[in-house]
């Protein structure tokens, strides 16, 4: 049998992983673990995913459709004592923020107008979460713990934001949303550790690494992630990356502008390890909807990001390999743009 794109995309992005793990351990020594500038600025947030304003999309929800995300992030300096010493004693000396992210995510089958949807399709699924998180800073990294708690089911409201985009945008209801997982209660720990590798100078031009480690575990899901971004710009110390919904290579929405407008172009790539993900496996105590889950994803991205006085914007394009066996239309894309502002 001849290995489909999906297969052979996944093993390429995998095997990448080695080396972006290699870059990261080889290059932890050299890389001081000093105190970055205390910052008093706070950040707020808003980003949308779509898989709609994908290039080449020809508008037709399914998988991952959509996700929403509004976020505030504390200045340094901000975090109680006992947390911020338990955050020390983990990762080393630092600056700690507190960031606190409500986030809604809504999946559908690829065919939303098969009514009962195919039984080995991805089901309908709408999940409503709050995220608190301790960001900690050093020199060269960044480490992030939070929690995840909320619900997936209708209570979540997908069907109604869905509808109801639909509505505004002269666009078909859909109707298969009776279908969706039920309402069931969820909790994640979640923690990433991003590495900053300066690669060098050439043309006024500064390139560097953000190799990643990340995962979580809760009944939303299971799951390890490994990559690293690469980026070619001027300020690359402004960040450590773009922001992305979770699971993905997320650099945080923390930001501090170290000239006078930094900007950068990025290439990245991850794969994840999928032990479980209630969006697909259906409901944990009650029987529901499912779909046959692939264990190992892959995606690539590609993007931007630009900071203009105190505002960052940034627009991500990823392409992802399969979530569920059997998956239609081959490589699942969708794109991610993301507003901050310091203040």
Same mark, same amino acid.
């Given at each position: 049998?001849?290995?489909?794109r999906?297969s /052979?995309?996944?093993? +390429?992005? $995998?095997?990448s992983?080695s %080396?972006t !793990?290699?870059?990261a351990t080889?290059?932890a ?9 205390a910052d ?5 947030s808003i980003?949308?995913?779509?898989s ?5 999309s ?15 992030t ?5 975090v ?25 995510a ?38 992030? /713990?939070?929690?995840? +708690?909320? $619900?997936?089911?209708?209570? %979540?409201? !997908?069907?109604?934001?869905q ?23 969820v909790f994640?720990?979640?923690?990433e ?7 060098g ?6 390139f560097d ?5 990340a995962?979580?575990?809760g ?15 001027q ?9 992305r919904?979770?699971?993905g ?39 529901s ?12 991205e590609?993007?931007?990001?630009v900071?203009l006085?105190?505002?960052r914007?940034?627009?991500?394009q990823?392409?992802q ?23």
């Open positions: 049998m001849q290995p489909n999906n /052979l995309f996944r093993l +390429a992005l $995998l095997s992983l %080396a !793990a290699l870059l080889a290059s020594p050299a890389l001081a673990q000093a105190l970055p500038p008093a600025a706070a950040i707020w980003q949308d995913e779509n709609s304003i994908a290039p080449g020809k508008l037709t929800d399914k998988y991952y459709v959509n996700g929403f995300r509004f976020g505030w504390s200045p340094t300096g901000s109680p004592a006992p947390l911020s010493n338990i955050d020390d004693w983990i990762w080393g000396k630092g600056r700690d923020r507190l960031s606190f992210d409500f986030s809604q809504i999946y559908t089958p690829s065919d939303t107008q098969t009514i009962p949807p195919n039984p080995s399709d991805r089901p309908y699924a709408g999940v409503l979460t709050v995220t608190g998180s301790l960001v900690h800073d050093s020199m060269f990294s960044r480490s992030t /713990l939070g929690v995840q +708690a909320g $619900l997936v089911g209708p209570d %979540a409201m !997908a069907k109604e934001v509808n109801g985009f639909h509505s505004v945008i002269d666009r078909g209801k859909v109707d298969g949303w009776g279908y969706q997982i039920h309402d069931e209660p994640d720990l979640l923690a550790k991003i590495w900053r590798v300066p690669l100078r050439a043309g006024g031009l500064d690494a953000l190799p990643e480690a995962g979580g575990v009944n939303l899901r299971d799951y390890g992630l490994a990559g690293s971004v690469f980026r070619i710009g300020g690359l110390d402004s960040d450590y990356g773009v922001a919904l979770n699971p290579l997320s650099g945080t929405d923390v930001y501090v502008p170290t000239r006078r407008v930094p900007w950068y172009v990025f290439a990245g790539l991850d794969g994840q390890l999928v032990a479980h993900d209630i969006t697909i496996d259906g409901n944990t105590f009650r029987h909807a499912s779909a046959s889950r692939q264990p190992y994803v892959g995606e690539m590609i993007g931007f990001a900071i006085g105190q505002a914007i940034s627009y991500t990823v392409i390999t399969e979530e569920i066996k059997g998956q239609q239309g081959g490589l699942h894309q969708f794109g991610s743009l993301a507003v901050s502002l310091r203040y």
